[in-house]
């Protein structure tokens, strides 16, 4: 039997314009914290 865990993140700074993120943390945006 396979197992999934699906994980969802607010919006951070990085999404906001388009970086790639990695292995990095960045700060979530005001939305990103709503969400």
Do not use: C, V
């Not at 865990?5 to 292995?23: F, M, S, V």
């Amino acid at each position: 039997m396979t197992t999934f865990y699906l994980a969802r993140h607010g919006e951070t700074e990085w999404n906001r314009i388009k970086r790639l993120q990695g292995r990095l943390d960045s700060p979530l945006t005001e939305q990103g914290i709503q969400q």
